[in-house]
């Protein structure tokens, strides 16, 4: 079964920075994209940065010059590094990979069950 299991997340004071790890684990064959989504609370799930196999990155532009997605297709890894978050930046922040699991053909989108950020004034 793939697995994707987000850490890092917590208090952290506006101005901040706050690191965000996701390891996917399981019978991966081949990741391709991999994403981080959030969910603040009484609003719909937002793209906040995506970044493909051969590491190009796309940022929300709400968070474009602050945050940094990154990845370690070594290790299957993402992160996503928030450097000066902001109180609207709080929600649940969520890890998203397409994957081709081992002895499938095509590619699954799987979630993280979600890491709290709370961003303090």
């Known amino acids: 079964q793939v697995q994707l299991v987000e850490s890092g997340g917590g208090l952290v004071q506006a101005g901040g920075s706050l690191r965000l790890s996701c390891a996917a684990s399981g019978p991966i064959s081949s990741l391709s994209d991999m994403a981080w989504y959030r969910q603040a609370p009484g609003k719909q799930r937002e793209l906040v940065a995506i970044?493909?196999?051969?590491?190009?990155?796309t940022l929300a532009d709400s968070v474009k010059g602050r945050f940094t997605i990154s990845r370690d297709n070594a290790k299957n890894m993402v992160y996503l590094q928030m450097n000066s978050p902001k109180p609207e930046d709080t929600g649940v922040y969520y890890c998203?990979?397409?994957?081709?699991?081992?002895?499938?053909?095509?590619?699954?989108?799987?979630w993280g069950k979600g890491t709290l950020v709370t961003v303090s004034s």
């Open positions: 970044i493909t196999d051969v590491g190009r990155t």
């Open positions: 998203v990979a397409d994957v081709r699991a081992a002895g499938d053909m095509t590619y699954g989108r799987y």
